[in-house]
């Protein structure tokens, strides 16, 4: 969802603020008042996946995965999958790429090869998978160790430590419902393929280099579905808004502070300009309420007794509308009001320069058997280009997602798991 020229902050990051003033399109049962369906639990007793689960969910925490150094914990997973019959497939992503170092925190000469982690059941790879199961392997920083609430895991134990839900509580409920279902022989290894990705909390770089390099891929594979793991509280999303990230520019005249009539500030006008922004119906709809505003940055002037030359503000807009794509998609449209309504104020001062412009994203959310949402923040699923029928499900909150609270439930990673299985097996048609 991100952009290389924006900090990670303001693409996945904010994203957590609106999500709960979104009007629900569910029935509204928060994630921990739904009951949660695992036959085993229904007896009294815990799923036979549970330690296996909790153990890779632990194990992925462990291994520090901050965009941009995702090499260990992606050899961590390659090693897990062939442990376990996968043949796995690693895409390395060319530094030359704009790539999430760059962005991130981390120091890009100490960092190790990145790569996605391509994997399939058994040796050979069918040219057709039907399904391509996929989340993200990076994390947003800092690094916080695993820790669980009981030495003795129970449904209610509380696992916290940074990825323990965005997105590794998705990767290992993904792996192991893949697991579950192939023991269980109720899929055939070749319908299905794992995806994880690096990058998706900077920009994407992980997911777009896989779109971009499919058709290289011997042969390229073709999905009639795509399920993409993301913090949903368990819920199936219908979509999540588009994006329009912008450096916003205002010039003026410099001149003394005491005969303002003089010059011409930037600041003022930047501000008055952005006021209008705020104040101004961008594009909304019935799934994804308003397109909204952050004004994450702003900048400006030299000194208190100058008027200001220059300002300068960096926004992020939510994005309500669609289409997802195109010269007319619901971001070039949002783009083109913020354009308006900045020119309307003053119509030679500002400048502004936008990136990573897509309208509100759909995902297929009518599967009997799931509460439906719809979420705020950008994910991978518009960085997968291709005609596949989309789902965007996980467990855990995006609330807690990036703060230094990060956790979730033992009972939420095991109804992921069976969610997932469901998901898969209605792709399946089985
Ligand atoms: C989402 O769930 C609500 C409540 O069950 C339902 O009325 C609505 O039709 C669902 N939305 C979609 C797009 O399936
Ligand atoms: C990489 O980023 C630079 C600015 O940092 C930009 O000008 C260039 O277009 C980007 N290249 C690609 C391939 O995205
Ligand atoms: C959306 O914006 C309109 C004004 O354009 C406002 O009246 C309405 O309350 C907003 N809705 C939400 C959910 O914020
Ligand atoms: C996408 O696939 C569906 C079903 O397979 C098909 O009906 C539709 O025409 C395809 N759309 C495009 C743009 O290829």
């Keep these: 969802m991100k952009l290389p020229l924006l900090p990670a902050c303001l693409l996945g990051g904010s994203a957590a603020f609106a999500s709960s003033l979104q009007k629900p399109l569910s029935n509204g049962l928060s994630a921990d008042t739904r009951p949660v369906h695992i036959p085993s639990a229904a007896t009294g007793g815990s799923p036979g996946y549970r330690d296996a689960l909790l153990s890779l969910h632990k194990q992925l925490i462990e291994i520090s995965s901050v965009s941009g150094n995702e090499n260990a914990v992606g050899t961590f997973l390659v090693e897990y999958l062939t442990e376990r019959n996968f043949h796995a497939q690693l895409e390395f992503i060319p530094p030359s790429?704009?790539?999430?170092?760059?962005?991130?925190?981390?120091?890009?000469?100490?960092?190790?090869?990145?790569?996605?982690?391509?994997?399939?059941?058994?040796?050979?790879?069918?040219?057709?998978?039907?399904?391509?199961v996929s989340s993200h392997i990076d994390t947003v920083p800092p690094f916080i160790p695993y820790s669980s609430s009981d030495p003795e895991p129970n449904a209610d134990t509380v696992i916290s430590g940074r990825g323990s839900v965005d997105a590794k509580a998705a990767v290992a409920a993904q792996v192991i419902a893949v697991l579950e279902l192939l023991e269980a022989q109720k899929v055939k290894g070749k319908d299905v393929m794992l995806l994880f990705v690096v990058g998706e909390e900077v920009d994407?770089?992980?997911?777009?280099?896989?779109?971009?390099?499919?058709?290289?891929?011997?042969?390229?594979p073709r999905?009639?579905?795509?399920?993409?793991?993301?913090?949903?509280?368990?819920?199936?999303?219908?979509?999540?808004?588009?994006?329009?990230?912008?450096?916003?520019?205002?010039?003026?005249?410099?001149?003394?502070?005491?005969?303002p009539w003089l010059g011409k500030s930037a600041t003022e006008v930047l501000m008055r300009g952005l006021?209008?922004?705020?104040?101004?119906?961008?594009?909304?709809?019935?799934?994804?309420?308003?397109?909204?505003?952050?004004?994450?940055?702003?900048?400006?002037?030299?000194?208190?007794?100058?008027?200001?030359?220059?300002?300068h503000?960096?926004?992020?807009?939510?994005?309500?509308?669609?289409?997802?794509?195109?010269?007319?998609?619901?971001?070039?449209?949002?783009?083109?009001?913020?354009?308006?309504?900045?020119?309307?104020?003053?119509?030679?001062?500002?400048?502004?320069?936008?990136?990573?412009?897509?309208?509100?994203?759909?995902?297929?959310?009518?599967?009997?058997?799931?509460?439906?949402?719809?979420v705020n923040y950008g994910t991978d699923v518009p960085n997968l280009k291709g005609n596949h029928t989309r789902y965007l499900y996980g467990p855990g909150s995006i609330l807690v997602a990036h703060g230094p609270d990060e956790a979730i439930k033992v009972k939420e990673l095991e109804q992921a798991v069976e969610d997932y299985k469901k998901l898969v097996l209605h792709v399946l048609g089985n």
């Design 97 to 132: 790429s704009n790539s999430s170092s760059s962005t991130s925190s981390v120091d890009a000469d100490d960092a190790k090869p990145r790569f996605n982690v391509l994997a399939w059941p058994g040796a050979k790879r069918n040219p057709d998978p039907k399904l391509l």
């Design 313 to 374: 503000a960096d926004i992020v807009l939510r994005v309500a509308i669609g289409p997802q794509d195109g010269s007319e998609s619901g971001g070039q449209i949002v783009k083109e009001r913020l354009w308006e309504t900045l020119k309307s104020v003053d119509d030679e001062a500002f400048e502004m320069n936008c990136h990573n412009i897509y309208g509100a994203v759909d995902c297929d959310c009518e599967v009997s058997g799931f509460e439906n949402i719809t």
């Design 223 to 259: 999905f009639e579905a795509a399920i993409f793991g993301e913090p949903t509280e368990g819920k199936l999303a219908c979509g999540h808004k588009g994006l329009v990230g912008c450096e916003v520019y205002a010039r003026g005249h410099a001149g003394h502070s005491g005969y």
């Design 275 to 311: 006021v209008k922004v705020l104040d101004t119906d961008l594009g909304s709809s019935e799934r994804f309420g308003n397109t909204t505003v952050n004004i994450g940055r702003i900048e400006g002037g030299v000194a208190a007794n100058v008027i200001p030359e220059k300002a």
């Design 204 to 220: 994407g770089d992980g997911m777009r280099y896989f779109s971009a390099t499919l058709d290289e891929l011997e042969p390229p």
